[in-house]
Nanobody, 114 residues
């Protein structure tokens, strides 16, 4: 059974940083591409960052240069380091695969204040 458990969100001032974590189980993590998504109130879920099994990364234009996705295959965990946060980064953040699995975690709330 697939489980995705996100953590690390919180309230931070603009310009601050947060590091999100996502622990995955029920998948062969080391060969799985992984991704972070976010959903702001009243908006559709959007893809933020992707990391392949080989470590190649891609980012949405809105976060490029500020966010870094990484993975630890020994821990079955994917991370999202978020720096220079802006109020428009406020959203619930989720991890999944670039072609999403049917199972989603509960997400972790990130709130960026002015």
């Amino acid at each position: 059974q697939v489980q995705l458990v996100e953590s690390g969100g919180g309230l931070v001032q603009a310009g601050g940083s947060l590091r999100l974590s996502c622990a995955a189980s029920g998948i062969i993590f080391r060969i799985s591409p992984m991704a972070w998504y976010r959903q702001a109130p009243g908006k559709q879920r959007e893809l933020v960052a992707v990391i392949t099994s080989g470590g190649t990364t891609n980012y949405a234009e809105s976060v490029k240069g500020r966010f870094t996705i990484s993975r630890d295959n020994a821990k079955n965990t994917v991370y999202l380091q978020m720096n220079s946060l802006k109020p428009e980064d406020t959203a619930v953040y989720y991890c999944n695969q670039p072609i999403p699995l049917s199972t989603w975690g509960q997400g972790t709330q990130v709130t960026v204040s002015l």
